[in-house]
C-alpha cells in the first residue's frame, strides 16, 4: 500500500513536472515541425526558414503575428487551436536566438483559432515585407 502511494505520488509528480517543463509542446515540435526545422529550428538554407530570430521579431508585431499562425506549416497541422498556441510560445522560449522580451504577448488558442483558417496568400513577398518592418535582413530564404 505505502509502495503504491509511493508510486503514485511520483507519477503526479512527474506529470506536474512535465507540463511545467513544456513536455507536450516539445513533443509536438518534435513529431509535426523538427523533420523540416530541425531540432534546434535553425531551418535548412535555401529550403527551411529558421525560426530562431524570425519567431520572436514577427511576434512583436500585429501582420508577423498574423503570418505566424497562417504559414502553412502552423494553419494546416493536426495540432489544436491551444496546442498550436503552447507549442509557438514553447519554440519562443527554447528555440530562438532572440530573448523573449518582458512585454511578449504569448499566443493563445482564440487567437490561433481567429487567424488560421483564413490561408496565406503570397508567402515570400509577406515574409520579406516583415523583415523590412522589424528592421532585419532577411536571411535565406
Ligand atoms: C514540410 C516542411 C515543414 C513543416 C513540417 C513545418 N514547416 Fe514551418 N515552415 C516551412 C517553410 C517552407 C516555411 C517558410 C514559409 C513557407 O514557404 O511556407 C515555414 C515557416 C514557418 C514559420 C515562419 C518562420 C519564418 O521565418 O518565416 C514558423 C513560425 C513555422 N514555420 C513554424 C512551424 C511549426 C510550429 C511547425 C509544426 C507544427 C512547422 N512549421 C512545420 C516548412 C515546414
Not at 538554407?45 to 529558421?50: D, F, L, V
Not at 502552423?74 to 530562438?96: C, F
Request: net charge positive.
Amino acid at each position: 500500500m505505502r509502495i503504491l502511494f509511493r508510486v503514485t505520488a511520483t507519477m503526479l509528480a512527474l506529470a506536474g513536472a512535465s507540463a511545467a517543463w513544456g513536455y507536450e509542446p516539445a513533443v509536438n515540435y518534435q513529431i509535426r515541425c523538427m523533420g523540416c526545422h530541425l531540432a534546434d529550428g535553425s531551418g535548412t538554407p535555401g529550403r527551411i526558414p529558421s525560426v530562431r530570430r524570425s519567431l520572436v521579431l514577427f511576434s512583436a508585431v500585429p501582420e508577423g503575428r498574423d503570418y505566424v499562425v497562417r504559414v502553412p506549416g502552423v494553419a494546416q497541422s493536426p495540432l489544436s487551436d491551444a496546442d498550436t498556441a503552447a507549442l509557438l510560445n514553447w519554440m519562443a522560449r527554447n528555440l530562438s536566438d532572440v530573448k523573449v522580451p518582458a512585454n511578449y504577448v504569448d499566443y493563445s488558442e482564440a487567437e490561433v483559432h481567429g487567424l488560421r483558417d483564413r490561408p496565406l496568400a503570397q508567402v515570400k513577398a509577406i515574409r520579406a515585407r516583415l523583415w523590412k518592418s522589424v528592421g532585419g535582413a532577411a536571411p535565406t530564404p
